[in-house]
């Protein structure tokens, strides 16, 4: 590739600072990842075009979902995502008030969105950002019940593993908390935990980012203070460890089975493969595709992004300004 078809797209540009950093990887392919998704989603498996077809510009004749979006737009995926990673920047530390306020913003004025425009949200996140709007507290406002479960929060999280330099358990509570503004029962605060130490295991270059995720959260929850949130906890964690034995990756909104069909995605070779696996998976498959990108990300680097998808990606105005403070901040 020359420098001048590098400079064809602001996000394709990128690659002359950036092609080896795997921060930047993860962040641009968490918002790929999602905007290859967005016109597939709520599409089973069977009703997806054939496995090369997939593209983030979906083949002629495709009936798309959101099909009055662009092509290369994110979703609530990627701006709830830089919500956290500029609220982080400003903040200098996680603040619940002021990520909560940017959530908000992101619902009602567009904060975030390509185009100011936010034409996906999930079902319980909009009941949370509701009672948020009438004054709930963020630490309050989030669903508790077992069937609150979706992941609308490990969407987002994958910026605070990228930006947070303090140790695991320090990494883990910041999970748990950026997950209760609008999901707050146990399982979510661990699937977010969870996921942020596989992205340090990634950017560690350990050998075996998932086992050492599990055994280190497993560690940290073993010395939790309470004994009520110790055992919730520790049960959660094996109900996440269980999901291979009794189900399969699928593709669905849950996120113990976002957490599975990411690492079932991550199997394949190169970040095109990755991201048209999880695809292919169905249903909700914007989000699939952004967990599983982030990480593929930081695994294969910017340069390993196909460049096509780069030049396509929308709303490198929107997010650029925060790509630098993080390489600063790391």
Request: proline share 6%; aromatic share 8%.
């Amino acid at each position: 590739m020359t420098d001048k078809d590098s400079q064809k797209n602001g996000f394709a540009a990128l690659l002359l600072d950036y092609g080896s950093n795997p921060v930047i990887g993860g962040l641009v392919g968490l918002l790929v990842g999602d905007a290859v998704g967005v016109p597939y989603e709520f599409n089973a498996p069977e009703d997806l075009p054939d496995r090369h077809q997939i593209d983030m510009v979906p083949p002629i004749g495709f009936g798309r979902s959101h099909a009055g979006v662009p092509p290369g737009t994110w979703s609530d995926d990627g701006a709830q995502a830089l919500c956290l990673l500029a609220s982080l920047m400003d903040c200098g530390r996680l603040s619940l008030t002021d990520f909560a306020d940017r959530l908000l913003q992101w619902l009602d004025d567009g904060y975030m969105a390509v185009d100011g425009h936010v034409f996906d949200v999930g079902i319980q996140t909009a009941e949370a950002l509701g009672y948020l709007r009438d004054g709930v507290s963020p630490h309050e406002s989030g669903g508790e019940s077992e069937r609150d479960n979706g992941n609308g929060s490990l969407m987002r999280v994958l910026p605070l593993a990228l930006w947070h330099a303090a140790g695991d358990e320090a990494l883990v509570r910041d999970a748990h908390l950026q997950s209760l503004p609008t999901h707050a029962h146990p399982r979510s605060l661990v699937a977010c935990a969870f996921y942020c130490l596989v992205a340090r295991g990634y950017l560690c270059k350990l050998p075996d980012p998932w086992s050492w995720a599990d055994s280190r959260l497993d560690e940290i929850y073993q010395d939790w203070p309470g004994e009520r949130e110790r055992k919730a906890f520790l049960r959660e964690l094996d109900v996440l460890r269980s999901f291979p034995k009794i189900d399969h990756p699928r593709g669905s909104g849950y996120v113990v089975d976002t957490i599975w069909s990411a690492r079932k995605a991550l199997e394949e070779e190169s970040f095109q493969d990755v991201v048209r696996t999880a695809i292919m998976l169905g249903h909700d498959t914007d989000t699939t595709a952004s967990v599983v990108a982030g990480i593929a990300g930081i695994k294969f680097g910017l340069s390993g992004i196909p460049i096509r998808w780069l030049e396509q990606l929308r709303g490198f105005d929107i997010a650029e300004p925060l790509f630098a403070g993080t390489v600063k901040a790391q």
